[in-house]
């Protein structure tokens, strides 16, 4: 008896957004889905902004009325301020799309994520919080299930055809093979905390995501998110050697000397009260080499993460929930869970990051501006939103880099990186789960 409740189609690790979307996508879709997370939610989480084209996720899980419901920030536009704090006019999602799914939200991590997995569950999902997956367990080189810590502090083991590593920055699966390729040109330090009663416009302005560039040299940008009940999350991410290297232990210093420096932030905060603590993270962007093995799937931040100056970690999260689906029906219908059929999504995946990607060298250019870009090729600004809601998986989405070539330099493909000092184990700069191997 008991080892027909470990047996089920699909194992997924990790509740964050990819996880908790493809056991809900799963569900609803007919197969049997178990879900482990480590954390019991609510639990503290970066990455606040939405991108609209996540709308279309949300109507997959059958959550969209959810959000509709919720009491999240309605966000129509994305808006920058160069070095000198002069600002653009706001990029509005409606300018290049007229559907409802042009306005998204910005969302309280701790709450939404919460949603999101409590939403799965819902579903049909057998969802276990306070669970940690100890390791993933393997047959040859097939994944076959996983080991993991009850609540009790026992140990049990979960089979299932299809193992799903949705564990984040963790990235338990690639790190264990060594898959994991690091941007050399994206290692930032980021210090971010939240305020009450921080400025905000009177009108749809005021759910604007706000990207404020610090001074030249710093490499870096502040955001500038605003959250239900008058709380603003602001985050500085720029170079480590510009933002800790040499400057002491106080955070919380540096943190205000940094918004001191940026007029465009400080006007905003002044009179504003810091309500939580100055966190701290490393955001090192990187990707793995494959996104499939034989009897596993790698999703989210697990597969790849990018910077976080568009917002683009959870649309990414969630369309990697989306293709891992289909994968997954496709390899039920033929019996067949090899990698081939598993990581069939791959070059669709990697070409819309790479997409985004190049979106983000081209800002880091500390002179482009896309008021300039704009400038000399004005019919390019659809395209720039279309970029800006996350529509990176039409075949002409790279069209714009042709030009902005002429203002950036637009880099190679990551895995055209791939060599002996950056490959297999760049993974020194984030402390990886606990990852055995087991037959
Ligand atoms: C500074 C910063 C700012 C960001 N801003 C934005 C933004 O504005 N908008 C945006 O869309 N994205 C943003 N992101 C990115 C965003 O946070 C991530 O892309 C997103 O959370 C990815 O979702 P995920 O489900 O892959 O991973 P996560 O949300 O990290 O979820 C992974 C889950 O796996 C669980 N887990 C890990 N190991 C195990 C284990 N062994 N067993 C069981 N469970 C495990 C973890 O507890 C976690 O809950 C930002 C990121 C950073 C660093």
Request: charged share 25%; hydrophobic share 40%; glycine share 8%.
């Amino acid at each position: 008896m008991k080892m027909d409740m470990n047996h089920t189609d699909v194992i997924v690790i990790g509740g964050g957004p990819a996880g908790s979307a493809v056991a809900s996508i799963l569900s609803r879709e007919g197969r049997k889905v178990t879900l482990f997370e480590k954390e019991e939610f609510p639990r503290h989480h970066i990455g606040e902004s939405l991108m609209p084209d996540t709308y279309w996720t949300f109507e997959r899980m059958g959550i969209l009325e959810k959000l509709k419901r919720s009491p999240f920030v309605r966000k129509y536009s994305v808006q920058f301020a160069n070095q000198a704090s002069r600002e653009s006019r706001p990029f509005y999602f409606f300018e290049a799309n007229h559907h409802e799914s042009a306005v998204t939200w910005q969302v309280t991590r701790d709450a939404f994520d919460k949603l999101l997995i409590e939403h799965a569950a819902e579903e049909g999902a057998t969802v276990y919080q306070g669970t940690p997956v100890k390791q993933i367990l393997f047959d040859g080189d097939r994944a076959v299930g996983v080991e993991v810590r009850m609540k009790d502090g026992s140990t049990e083991k979960f089979y299932a055809k299809v193992t799903i590593d949705a564990t984040g920055l963790s990235a338990m699966m690639s790190n264990k093979l060594g898959w994991r390729i690091s941007d050399p040109k994206l290692k930032k330090s980021v210090l971010y905390s939240y305020f009450k009663g921080a400025r905000r416009e009177p009108d749809l302005n005021g759910g604007a995501t706000l990207v404020l560039r610090t001074a030249y040299g710093s490499g870096g940008w502040f955001w500038y998110i605003p959250l239900e009940d008058d709380v603003t999350s602001v985050g500085i991410v720029a170079d480590p050697e510009y933002l800790v290297k040499g400057r002491g232990q106080n955070l919380a210093k540096i943190f205000h000397e940094e918004i001191e420096k940026c007029e465009a932030c400080r006007r905003r905060v002044e009179g504003a009260e810091r309500v939580d603590k100055v966190y701290s993270i490393l955001d090192y962007s990187y990707r793995s080499k494959q996104c499939a093995g034989d009897g596993f799937i790698i999703i989210g931040d697990a597969y790849g993460f990018l910077d976080p100056i568009y917002s683009s970690g959870v649309l990414l999260a969630f369309k990697m929930a989306e293709l891992a689906a289909d994968a997954i029906h496709d390899a039920f219908n033929n019996d067949d869970f090899s990698a081939d059929r598993l990581g069939q999504f791959q070059p669709l995946l990697d070409r819309g990051i790479e997409s985004m990607r190049k979106l983000v060298y081209a800002f880091y250019n500390e002179d482009f501006s896309f008021g300039q870009f704009l400038q000399k090729y004005p019919d390019q600004r659809f395209n720039i939103i279309n970029l800006l809601i996350g529509n990176v998986f039409n075949e002409h989405v790279d069209d714009i880099y042709v030009p902005m070539s002429e203002f950036a330099e637009i880099p190679p493909p990551l895995d055209e990186l791939i060599s002996p000092e950056n490959g297999d184990k760049s993974s020194e700069d984030i402390e990886p789960e606990e990852v055995l191997s087991a037959k």
